[in-house]
């Protein structure tokens, strides 16, 4: 039996009003999420990764809109599966049911998303109190608990300790802390290892893949990052100007990729066993998304771009396993184009060094 589907969400449309117009930022996302795996979203900043997982908690800015689309959650309520459209809820009911309860986040910066003035132990608590009116006491026990789980030392003077007590890797590890306390049945992590150091790093993420397997919870993991992504993920999800444009599990994508952009990413990882000190970068700009976007919005970047992405957006072909690619070089019409002679040879040395 295959894992329990928690989350769907389907031909996403967001849009943020400006002074100089309309921003289509999130156009058509389709994406799913199982029970106990990690799915993690890629792309450039501005693709849309922090945007669509705002939608998902309710939490867009004032000037932001849904214009179509919807996000089905299922989660488990006394005993029976429960299935409800996001994009539905009123804000208290959000706020009421799932943010925080069944839905909860890791923000990037653990300095900016903890309260200066309250301590760490009182930030923990505060979500079991307000969703399960749990008592101080069972409330702290638990809180202990969790500041154990992830790893935090002497968790009974941490408790009482304020952010500025502890450095940037503690303070992360708080905010999952927090996350976690009402035991949710989908974590989202936007980028939460930027700004820490690579050794600090490494232990986040080996926490995050540690507490899955014991509660398995559901990750979203949104990152540029794509060392980050082979260490963590599952499934991969790759975002350019608003869109979904290849997705797949995480050796499809990093062994098989088939979208230029995909490459262009792939190609920009530093290679450090490498003498060569040029290091590939995409060139161009991502499309202004004021103005409608005609055809395939990667097209002006792209050397490989056919006369028919000046004027269709590809869809979304199927092309073997979960590996889906929006591109008009997927068709069976198209000329063959295969990817650059040196991410070939860097997909080669990965899979001969066990990347995976």
Not at 214 to 229: E, Q, R, S, W, Y
Not at 280 to 296: A, C, K, R, S
Request: proline letters at 5%.
């Amino acid at each position: 039996m295959g894992r329990r589907k928690v989350l769907s969400v389907r031909d996403l449309e967001i849009s943020f009003a400006t002074s100089s117009g309309s921003v289509s930022a999130i156009r058509g996302v389709r994406l799913d999420l199982y029970e106990g795996e990690t799915l993690a979203i890629v792309g450039e900043s501005g693709s849309g990764k922090s945007v669509t997982t705002k939608a998902i908690l309710g939490i867009l800015s004032e000037n932001g809109k849904i214009e179509k689309g919807s996000i089905q959650f299922t989660y488990e309520r006394d005993g029976e599966e429960v299935t409800r459209d996001l994009t539905k809820l009123s804000d208290q009911e959000m706020q009421r049911h799932i943010r925080g309860k069944r839905i909860a986040m890791v923000f990037q910066d653990p300095m900016t998303s903890l309260d200066p003035t309250m301590t760490i132990g009182r930030q923990i608590i505060e979500g079991m109190q307000e969703h399960y009116h749990t008592s101080f006491h069972e409330a702290k026990e638990k809180a202990i608990e969790l500041l154990e789980l992830v790893g935090i030392t002497d968790p009974e003077k941490r408790f009482k300790q304020y952010p500025h007590q502890l450095s940037g890797g503690m303070r992360q590890r708080v905010v999952i802390a927090i996350a976690l306390a009402c035991e949710p049945e989908v974590l989202i992590c936007d980028e939460p290892t930027t700004a820490l150091d690579v050794t600090i790093q490494a232990k986040i993420l080996r926490l995050l893949k540690e507490i899955q397997q014991k509660t398995n919870v559901a990750i979203i993991f949104i990152t540029h990052d794509l060392g980050v992504v082979a260490n963590i993920a599952d499934y991969v999800a790759v975002m350019y100007a608003g869109k979904i444009i290849e997705k797949g599990s995480v050796e499809e994508i990093f062994y098989d990729p088939r979208h230029p952009y995909t490459w262009g990413l792939l190609s920009s990882i530093p290679d450090l066993e490498s003498d060569d000190e040029y290091l590939y970068t995409i060139p161009g700009t991502p499309p202004n998304l004021l103005y409608q976007v005609e055809g395939d919005a990667f097209a002006p970047r792209n050397e490989f771009a056919l006369n028919i992405d000046y004027r269709l957006d590809p869809p979304m072909y199927n092309v073997g396993g979960k590996h889906r690619v929006s591109t008009w070089l997927a068709d069976a019409r198209a000329p063959k184009v295969e990817m650059p002679e040196a991410l070939k040879r860097r997909i080669e040395k990965m899979k001969k060094g066990g990347c995976f």
